[in-house]
């Protein structure tokens, strides 16, 4: 095993006013074992639903994310996290202050793998 230090992280852009900054993943350093994003999403931001073939680790810093999955939907708050399953149904939105959080995903996250509608 090497040491690898990463200087900062990729900007991946997206619609929808969301900024993603990978530190770890097929866009910053290459890896596809696992990535790991800070994201920040304005007030109100939703996505489309999708259903991920990765699992997907959600740390809240700052705000509310909800995920709506076919039990319901989970509000996540500040301090909290979440774990979702490949293959799962969910729609990732935020609460009316918006939210700050890190989402790593085993294996990596990319579009295809995101299976979104």
């Known amino acids: 095993m090497v040491v690898r230090k990463i200087e ?8 929808g006013g969301k900024l993603i900054d990978e530190h770890v993943g097929r866009v ?5 074992a696992i990535s790991i994003a800070h994201m920040t999403a304005p007030p109100g931001w939703e ?10 680790y959600t740390v809240v810093l700052r705000g509310t994310v ?5 039990g319901g939907t989970t509000r996540v708050e500040a301090g909290q996290s ?11 939105s935020t609460g009316p202050e918006g939210a ?5 995903c085993l294996p990596a996250f990319s579009p295809e793998s995101a299976g979104r509608d």
Request: aromatic fraction near 6%.
């Open 82 to 92: 979440l774990v979702t399953s490949p293959g799962e149904r969910v729609r990732y």
């Open 8 to 15: 900062g992280a990729t900007r991946v852009p997206v619609p």
């Open 100 to 104: 700050e959080y890190v989402a790593v």
């Open 28 to 32: 910053n350093s290459g890896d596809e």
């Open 47 to 56: 996505e489309p639903p999708q259903t991920p073939s990765f699992t997907e």
């Open 66 to 70: 909800l995920v709506e999955h076919d």
